[in-house]
C-alpha cells in the first residue's frame, strides 16, 4: 500500500498542480476538499478548520507541504507546518510551480518553513526543469516529479525530542 501523507498547500491558487501531484499515485493524500466543502468548514470558524486539519492529519505518516508561488504567505500552511513539527511527524516541501495549472506556470515561491514558528531546516525538493531557452518544461518537470515523489516522501525530517 502506499505511504500516507498529509498535503499541505494554498488551495485557491495551486489546487489543480495538487491535482497533478495526487495523479502520480506514488502516495495516497487526504480527501481533498472541493470548494463548497472547505467553505462549510470555513463558515464554522478556526477551531473547525483546525479539527479538520487535526483529523486530516492524524493518522498520516508524513506531511508534505506543495509549495506554490503564494503558499509561504497563508497561515493555515504555516499552521500545518507548526503543527507537523510539533507532532513529530516527518515533514518535507515539494516545489510544484512548474507543474501546468491550466497552462500556465507559475514562479517560485519563498520557503514556508522560514515562516513557521520553532521550526529547523526541512530538505525542499524541486522537481522543476527548464528547457533550452531557459522556460519551465511542465511536462519534464510533471516526469520528474512522478519519478521522485515517494522517494522524496521518506526524506522528510522531525523535530528531535532533546
Avoid: C
Amino acid at each position: 500500500m502506499a505511504k500516507t501523507v498529509f498535503y499541505s498547500f494554498h488551495y485557491e491558487q495551486d489546487v489543480h498542480r495538487v491535482q497533478l501531484v495526487r495523479n502520480v499515485n506514488a502516495l495516497e493524500g487526504q480527501p481533498l476538499l472541493n470548494s463548497q466543502d472547505w467553505e462549510q468548514v470555513r463558515r464554522r470558524g478556526d477551531q473547525a478548520i483546525k479539527n479538520w486539519i487535526h483529523d486530516q492529519m492524524a493518522y498520516k505518516r508524513a506531511v508534505i507541504v506543495l509549495i506554490g508561488k503564494y503558499t509561504a504567505s497563508r497561515p493555515w500552511v504555516i499552521y500545518e507546518i507548526e503543527k507537523a513539527w510539533a507532532d513529530k511527524k516527518p515533514l518535507l516541501g515539494v516545489r510544484i510551480h512548474g507543474l501546468s495549472s491550466l497552462g500556465s506556470v507559475d514562479a517560485a515561491g519563498s520557503d514556508p518553513f522560514a515562516k513557521a514558528e520553532g521550526v529547523g531546516s526541512v530538505p525542499i525538493f524541486d522537481p522543476t526543469i527548464r528547457d533550452w531557452s531557459g522556460n519551465i518544461d511542465s511536462k519534464a518537470t510533471y516526469n520528474k516529479l512522478r519519478d521522485n515523489l515517494e522517494a522524496w516522501s521518506s526524506q522528510g525530517v522531525t523535530r528531535r525530542s532533546w
